[in-house]
């Protein structure tokens, strides 16, 4: 399309795009949509994609953004399905670094809370493993001592590491 894209010239594109005869065309504009459109197009598709509301308008307008790997599936016992979904964050991770940007977390855990010490660190390593996670990125085990040097202000009673 020679159009630029933009909202004023929607109707114009959409013209445009009637007369064309297209590989593939791809029905909502949420970030499923776009993803498959990008895909095909730099497979060497011509591709079209209509919307019936706005761009991104959807639930994708909801999204946190966060490239998770699904750390709770590994909870309910779903080992293939972290291994997926690991595999395809580390692609995104491969393919967009400019747009997949690591954000450290810091998880404290607490005497009497959902997840023990021991229990975190043999999770989130079993974790790191079967999603492919970088060495460098991996989960580090704090002591008590350097969760409240990272985090001052955390409630220190009962409070384990993290
Ligand atoms: C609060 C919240 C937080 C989330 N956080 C994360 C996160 O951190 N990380 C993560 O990976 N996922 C997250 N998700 C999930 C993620 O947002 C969705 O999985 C994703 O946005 C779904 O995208 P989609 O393109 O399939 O759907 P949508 O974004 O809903 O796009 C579908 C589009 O299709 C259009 N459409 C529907 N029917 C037609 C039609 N007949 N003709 C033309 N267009 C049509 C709709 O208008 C819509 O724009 C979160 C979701 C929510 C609600």
Known sequence: ????????????VLQEMAGETLDLLVIGGGITGAGIALD?????????????????SGTSSRSTKLIHGGLRYLKQGEVKLVREVGRERAIL??????????????LPIYQGGTYGYLASSVGLY????????????????????????QEPLLKRDRLKGG
């Open 40 to 56: 095909a197009s730099v497979r060497g598709m011509k591709v079209g994609v209509v919307e019936k509301a706005d761009f991104g």
């Open 1 to 12: 399309v020679k159009t630029k894209f933009s909202a004023s010239s929607r109707l114009a």
């Open 126 to 149: 079993l974790y790191d493993l079967l999603a492919g996670v970088e060495r460098t990125e991996r989960r580090k085990m704090l002591s008590r001592d350097e969760t409240i040097r």
């Open 93 to 106: 991770y491969k393919n967009a670094p400019h747009l997949v940007i690591p954000a450290p977390m810091l």
